[in-house]
Every structure is written in C-alpha cells, then in structure tokens.
C-alpha cells in the first residue's frame, strides 16, 4: 500500500473490506480479472469464475432463456482470453432444441497435426431461476466451465491431436448440445471426448478420509499416465463411481454428455466428484465447493491433457 496518512490508509482499508464482500449481484463480472498462465491454475481464478457463471445477471443459465445468451457471449470472451481459436470459423454453433427454442454452444479449439481432435467439454446450461427462486448451478455446472476456461489458459500451443474446448447448451434437452456437436465433427474424426461434470465439491467423497479426490470413469486405459499426473496435486483416483458397478454404467454410459460419443462409438472420459446434496438445488452456491482441490483436480486433467494431446 503506498505512503499515506493514518486516517487516509484506515478508510482505503475498510473500502478494500467492503467491497471484497460485496454481494455476487453488486460485482461487475462484464470486467474480466487479469490473469496470466500461472494465476489461470489458482484457486482465485476458478472461484472467480464460478461465481461470475453463478450470478443473478446470468439467471441460472436456463437454455435459450436471453440469461443464458448473455452467459454464452461471456465465456466466448473467456475463450478469446485463453488464445483459442473459433472453431470452423465461429465461436457460437446454434441448434434446435426439442422445445424449437434454439440453443447454442460455445466453441474454441487449438489445431493438431494429425487431423484428429480430442474434444474437452463442459454444460453451461443450468435449471434456471423457477418461481423467483435462483438455481446457481455452481457445482452443476459451473465447476466443470471454470475448470473447462482454466485448461483453455493452459493447453499445449502445438499438439499433436487438435483439441476441442466446447461449452454445452442442451444438457437438459436429451444433451443437444453434445448432439449437434457429434454431427458436425463425425465420429470418425474424434479421438476422444473428455467431459467435465460436476467436478468442485468434496461434500461427498468416495472415502471419508480421502477428499482430495477425483472420479475418472472411463479412464482404466490411462491409469498410469493419470496417476502420474495425480500424485503431485495429491489426489486420490478413483474409476467407479462409489464402488458400485449399477451407478457406474449409470453415470458413465447413460447420464451426460459422453453418452452421445460412447452411442456412436467415440471412447470417452468423465471427470466428476459425485452428486451432494446440493446437486440441483437452489443450495448448490459457489461457497460450497473447495476451490483448492479444484484448482488440484485441473492441474491433474491438464498434464493429463497435454501428455494424451501430444
């Protein structure tokens, strides 16, 4: 803090307080926060971008709803601020929802050299704000967006398989987003798909003792590339989802986005730490996540990236 006088330095002290406490409603996220490559793995960039997807100017982020629009133009910044390019020309790829409303995904990628593409994917689209009831959708999902925006920040600039950063609309109209995605890419140019979903909480961990933790279903086939890049964060993997083999085929083969690649015969990974309490509730607020181990879970996923990419 430069020289000032004491009473001059008090009141710049208590403004600071203030405004660091200032409701998610009061603060401008149209101001996007400095970041560089190392403070684009930081716990603060994570938790500042939950919150930005959090707040009251996005609604809830209901597909189609003019909220949701406003949220789709705001991670397309996001995107621009990471170095990614618009994929096949444009950023926004709309596509009609089961209602007729139109939804759009957000789409950036980084091209490879083999003509292949990994695609790494994140919903956005959340349950809205019902009888004047916000839903945040912090954990479901703006933990996989904000960890989606942070591995955009740190992908590698010439990878061998070009990589897909895709922001989904449609997660809750039969996953229309992942849909419309599949027939523009063709399965055939797809080497992967690798989903985001719900990956911020430690409020429901496989073992008690075990909260640094990270589900990985559909990644035995890479379990010793993972766990090298798990053991510096000091996280725990698991491949099942609670140790049961009915909720396992369940959340890997049946809910998400990966289960439009994994019909089509498209190999995929899912990132997750499990449903809490919260899960599609008006309770699921970005206070409830733990950032730090969110910020562990991304620097897991983007060595891991960076290792299977090249």
């Not at 839903?135 to 996989?144: E, L, V």
């Amino acid at each position: 803090m430069p020289n000032l006088k004491p009473g001059a330095k008090l009141y710049l002290t208590a403004l600071l307080l203030c405004l660091s406490g200032l409701p998610m409603a009061a603060r401008d996220f149209d101001v996007m926060p400095p970041v560089t490559y190392r403070s684009a793995m930081g716990a603060d960039f994570l938790r500042w971008n939950v919150e930005a997807l959090c707040s009251p100017q996005f609604g809830g982020r209901a597909s189609a709803d003019s909220a949701a629009l406003r949220c789709s133009a705001w991670i397309k910044r996001s995107f621009e601020r990471a170095g990614l390019q618009p994929f096949s020309g444009k950023w926004f790829h709309s596509f009609e929802l089961p209602s007729g409303a139109r939804g759009r995904n957000v789409v950036g990628c980084i091209p490879g050299t083999s003509g292949k593409w990994i695609v790494v994917g994140a919903y956005y689209d959340g349950l809205g704000t019902v009888d004047g009831r916000l839903y945040p959708g912090a954990d479901a999902n703006a933990s996989g967006v904000a960890a989606l925006i942070s591995l955009a920040h740190n992908a590698p600039s010439s990878p061998r398989d070009g990589i897909i950063f895709v922001a989904f609309d449609g997660h809750s109209s039969d996953y229309a987003g992942a849909r419309d995605l599949l027939c523009l890419l063709g399965k055939r140019n797809i080497r992967l798909m690798v989903n985001l979903d719900t990956v911020g909480s430690t409020l429901a961990p496989v073992e008690l003792k075990h909260r640094r933790f990270l589900i990985a279903l559909g990644a035995e086939r890479y379990d010793s590339s993972l766990r090298s890049c798990a053991r510096l964060p000091g996280l725990k993997l698991y491949y099942d989802y609670y140790r049961s083999d009915k909720f396992t085929r369940l959340f890997y083969r049946k809910i998400g986005e990966q289960r439009v690649f994994l019909e089509a015969g498209v190999p995929a990974v899912v990132f997750t730490s499990g449903v809490t309490l919260n899960t599609n509730k008006s309770t699921d607020t970005p206070e409830t996540l733990d950032y730090e181990v969110l910020r562990a879970r991304v620097l897991c996923i983007s060595r891991w990236l960076s290792i299977i990419s090249s």
